[in-house]
């Protein structure tokens, strides 16, 4: 049974580039969230899709949206790259609410 | 922005020895899950708590949640090497369709 997938494990990119990081969701489950961490930090949650729309969303700006797949896969696409955007970006799935989440291993974004 | 504060911020022992590492959070939960993470790759979830239970285990790991003081404590018993890692306690709360993360307990386990 295949747990989260992410892709790709790491990319990088330059300053004011765009960039767009995949999610494949756990076997059964049909939500997708998107989690960014910083070194040394906790993750912080960006957004949250089900049923193919953004159900919660984090203190984000704008550049950064996204898009889930009648397959349940989702995208994070960051426009307008900044220095800070460079992190380790998670990908959550789940099903139902208040149940334990399945992380990927996550795409490690450097912006030069 | 993080809710839960973790205490210690870093901890080493030696191997067979108990780690203990303490939460603290802010608001109503539905529930409190505690993760692992080796080396910044992937979350591993380890053990969920809902906000009417007191005490939960799961092999070497024992979880407590007391919501009057809004904190729970991860204890890992017998300590292995391969416990080395940073743990984050999260919470989930009701209807906010989110985890909202702590810092951290980087854990180092000495052989």
């Known amino acids: 049974d295949a747990g989260v997938t992410q892709s790709p494990t790491h990319l990088i990119k330059t300053r004011g580039q765009q960039v767009t990081l995949r999610c494949s969701p756990k076997?059964?489950?049909?939500?997708v969230s998107w989690y960014q961490q910083a070194l040394g930090q906790g993750p912080q949650f960006i957004f949250q899709y089900y049923e193919e729309e953004e159900r919660q969303r984090g203190n984000f700006p704008d550049r950064f949206s996204g898009h889930q797949f009648p397959n349940y896969s989702s995208e994070l696409n960051v426009n307008a790259l900044l220095l800070g955007d460079s992190a380790l970006y998670l990908c959550?799935?789940?099903w139902g609410q208040g149940a334990g989440y399945t992380f990927g291993s996550g795409t490690r974004l450097t912006v030069v | 922005s993080q809710q839960g504060e973790e205490d210690p911020q870093a901890l080493s022992i030696q191997e067979g020895e108990n780690a203990t590492m303490n939460c603290s959070y802010k608001?109503?939960?539905?529930?409190l899950q505690w993760y692992r993470q080796n080396s910044g790759r992937g979350l591993v979830h380890l053990i969920l708590i809902r906000s009417n239970e007191r005490e939960k285990h799961s092999g070497r790991l024992r979880v407590t949640l007391d919501t009057s003081k809004k904190s729970s404590s991860l204890l890992i018993t017998a300590s292995r090497a391969a416990d080395t890692a940073s743990y984050f306690c999260?919470?989930?709360?009701?209807?906010?369709?989110?985890?909202?993360f702590g810092q951290g307990t980087r854990l180092t386990i000495n052989p």
């Open positions: 608001t109503s939960i539905n529930n």
């Open positions: 959550a799935s789940s």
């Open positions: 999260a919470t989930d709360e009701w209807g906010a369709q989110k985890l909202v």
């Open positions: 076997s059964g489950h049909d939500t």
